[in-house]
T-cell receptor, first 113, second 115 residues
Framework: SAVISQKPSRDICQRGTSLTIQCQVDSQVTMMFWYRQQPGQSLTLIATANQGSEATYESGFVIDKFPISRPNLTFSTLTVSNMSPEDSSIYLC??????????FGQGTRLTVV | AQKITQTQPGMFVQEKEAVTLDCTYDTSDQSYGLFWYKQPSSGEMIFLIYQGSYDEQNATEGRYSLNFQKARKSANLVISASQLGDSAMYFCAMRAGTGGFKTIFGAGTRLFVKA
């Protein structure tokens, strides 16, 4: 099973600032996914990140707001830009490297004040 | 379109009893995978069990079993001998080929285990 380290685990940020969340995997994986979970809601996919290409964003999410980097097969970052209180959520990364399970990082609990 | 439906926002169960969490799904794919995850208050997503669409046997993992009824497109999670630590949010999820192997999630069911 893949081990995913995600950090920070939580943060409180001022509106208008940006936060970069890191996701490190202990093995090489093809696809990495970033999800958002708003309070009391289910998980919503933000984007799929493949190494060497631009991330593919889901409807309702744009690169200017959620830029993603995928510099190699074990690492990715998600930036939440120009934050507002509506961005307060749990952000999770997951990987699927040919295994049947989707493994998740521990999540980043973001509060924007 | 692919969809996961969990119709139970909240469920209560007495400690040591069994509980069934409902999940129905919709997909036109023949090959797909169904998952259940547990999310405690800490926010992490814990993988519980997996069922492949071609698996003839219902999946089991310890106290967790998946009641897979393909014709009805249902994949209910059964937790036997509930424990207080089972109190959490539970999500049913699906991954299918036409979805680009993205995992989509149901709305979730919050389980409360009573002592």
């Amino acid at each position: 099973s893949a081990v995913i380290s995600q950090k920070p685990s939580r943060d409180i940020c001022q509106r208008g600032t940006s936060l970069t969340i890191q996701c490190q995997v202990d093995s090489q994986v093809t696809m990495m996914f970033w999800y958002r979970q708003q309070p009391g809601q289910s998980l919503t996919l933000i984007a799929t990140a493949n190494q060497g290409s631009e991330a593919t964003y889901e409807s309702g999410f744009v690169i200017d707001k959620f830029p993603i980097s995928r510099p190699n097969l074990t690492f990715s970052t998600l930036t939440v830009s120009n934050m507002s209180p509506e961005d307060s959520s749990i952000y999770l990364c997951s990987v699927e490297g040919g295994r049947i399970e989707a493994f998740f990082g521990q999540g980043t609990r973001l509060t924007v004040v | 379109a692919q969809k996961i439906t969990q119709t139970q926002p909240g469920m209560f169960v007495q400690e040591k009893e069994a509980v069934t969490l409902d999940c129905t799904y919709d997909t036109s794919d023949q090959s797909y995978g169904l998952f259940w995850y547990k999310q405690p208050s800490s926010g992490e997503m814990i993988f519980l069990i997996y069922q492949g669409s071609y698996d003839e046997q219902n999946a089991t993992e310890g106290r967790y079993s998946l009641n897979f009824q393909k014709a009805r497109k249902s994949a209910n999670l059964v937790i036997s001998a509930s424990q207080l630590g089972d109190s959490a949010m539970y999500f049913c999820a699906m991954r299918a080929g036409t979805g680009g192997f993205k995992t989509i999630f149901g709305a979730g069911t919050r389980l409360f285990v009573k002592a």
